[in-house]
């Protein structure tokens, strides 16, 4: 069950959290970031700890690509106390090593409230597949 307004902040944190990324600032996600945020890529052995190796994960695309376009869908949000899980899909356009590359998908994140009451990611799976069209 979600809180409209709740669920509108997460969705904004993390079009803010993409903005840094896509728009030049990748170092910057580490504000949305707890210190033991886990990364999942989409096979078990794609997986990164800790913040320092989470905002490197960023930095490390964004030095070695450009993206040239980025559209995040608004984010279907669910809230339990103090944590969230949100869900969105995405579709990303970059150039890495003079070949422009489009992707597409699904990242799922959970959030946890903090003390202070900021939301901050726990957790991301990336990218989660979309469902089949036929």
């Not at 079009?15 to 580490?30: A, D, F, K, M, Y």
């Not at 040239?68 to 090593?97: C, H, K, N, S």
């Not at 959030?111 to 991301?124: E, K, M, S």
């Amino acid at each position: 069950m979600t809180d409209d307004a709740i669920g509108a902040q997460i969705d904004a944190l993390l079009l803010e959290l993409n903005q840094c990324w896509t728009e030049g600032s990748p170092g910057e996600v580490g504000r949305f970031l707890h210190d033991d945020v886990v990364f999942n890529g989409p096979t078990p052995d794609i997986r990164v700890e800790g913040k320092a190796a989470c905002v490197e994960s960023y930095v490390s695309f964004t030095t070695h690509s450009m993206v040239t376009a980025f559209r995040q869908e608004p984010a279907r949000v669910d809230v339990v106390g103090d944590t969230a899980v949100a869900i969105y899909d995405w579709y990303l356009e970059y150039v890495w090593m003079g070949l422009t590359s489009i992707d597409s998908g699904r990242d799922l994140f959970v959030l946890q409230r903090q003390a202070d009451g900021r939301w901050l990611v726990t957790w991301r799976m990336n990218p989660l597949p979309l469902p089949s069209l036929s």
